[in-house]
């Protein structure tokens, strides 16, 4: 006799929650686990920043850091900071608390960015741009004095390809977030071990844990953001072409330079027949990169 048929609906539909749970939690190590590794970002006796806004993504990487770290054969400090920036009606109690109770060593760092951001930005105009350079200098300045060598971010996924989409259609460049960089100052490098990881998991993963989200007064606030048209466009491809996004972000790990037109890339100038083969497969005519499944492909027009 099959036991969970037996179960009440009620007993029965909560064993498939669990279950989803678990599955989604595993899911996140796993992923969050493999950028680490396959990145190099965390080694024995790094003591890790993680910037913590209040936001669902940072919760979720300060959580799944927390439960790897428990697991990880090397020892490595984390300290969480946010930044609180003096915007209207910020609740300044509840990051304290929630840390606190966590037994999470933390550092609150004031600094009214949002009086500076308004005065400076026209009234319409968008935030982000100022507001993420002064955040940045006074991260970095917190690193230092905090003995941090790495600085861990909560970018996922989603974000990186949104940083993709708007630096291509709106500042003529291909480039994303990298999951890890040299910091501005030289001094620090900073990580996104949630590069891997989608935004639809991570704001199941908040449902999950009911983290305590402080929504953002500034960015949070504004709907005509280019990023957020660049959100719903995506949104729009993955469900009327499932996996077209997974294959976008897998491309930013398979880039062919001599492919490009990037001439500080690819050595075009100084391009002579030697009649030796070339194993990158850089032939006179390629194969058409993917077959469509009909006579018709459906490009979706984009509006931003």
């Known amino acids: ?153 909560g970018h996922h996924r989603d974000d990186i390809l949104e940083t993709f989409f708007l630096n291509m259609f709106f500042g003529a460049k291909i ?8 910091s501005d100052d030289g001094k620090h490098i900073v990580i996104r071990p949630m590069a891997y990881v989608k935004e639809e998991d991570t704001e199941r993963y908040a449902e999950i844990k009911k983290f305590p989200i402080i929504p953002c007064d500034l960015c949070g606030s504004q709907e005509n953001l280019q990023r957020k048209q660049i959100k719903g466009l995506m949104r729009e491809w993955e469900k009327k072409f499932p996996g077209r996004v997974e294959s976008i972000f897998s491309a930013l790990s398979t880039v062919v330079p001599s492919h490009l037109m990037d001439r500080n890339l690819f050595n075009f100038a100084d391009l002579n027949i030697d009649g030796n083969a070339k194993p990158e497969g850089d032939i006179a005519f390629d194969d058409e990169p993917c077959a469509p499944t009909s006579n018709t492909i459906n490009i979706m027009p984009m509006t931003l």
């Open 1 to 153: 006799m099959n036991v969970l048929a037996a179960l009440p609906l009620s007993t029965k539909s909560a064993e498939k929650i669990t279950y989803e749970n678990n599955k989604l939690h595993k899911r996140l190590c796993r992923q969050i686990g493999q950028a680490i590794g396959d990145f190099n970002m965390i080694e024995a006796g790094d003591k890790i920043m993680v910037c913590l806004s209040g936001g669902k993504d940072s919760y979720a990487l300060l959580d799944i850091l927390l439960t790897l770290r428990e697991r990880a054969p090397i020892q490595f400090e984390i300290v969480a900071v946010n930044l609180d920036q003096k915007q209207p009606n910020f609740p300044a109690h509840i990051l304290p608390a929630y840390l606190t109770q966590l037994g999470v060593p933390f550092h609150i760092e004031n600094q009214d960015t949002y009086s500076i951001v308004k005065r400076v930005i026209s009234e319409g105009k968008t935030t982000c741009s100022l507001c993420s350079r002064l955040r940045r200098g006074i991260l970095y300045r917190v690193a230092d004095e905090l003995g941090a060598n790495k600085i861990a971010l």
């Open 175 to 182: 480039k994303a977030m990298p999951a890890k960089l040299q």
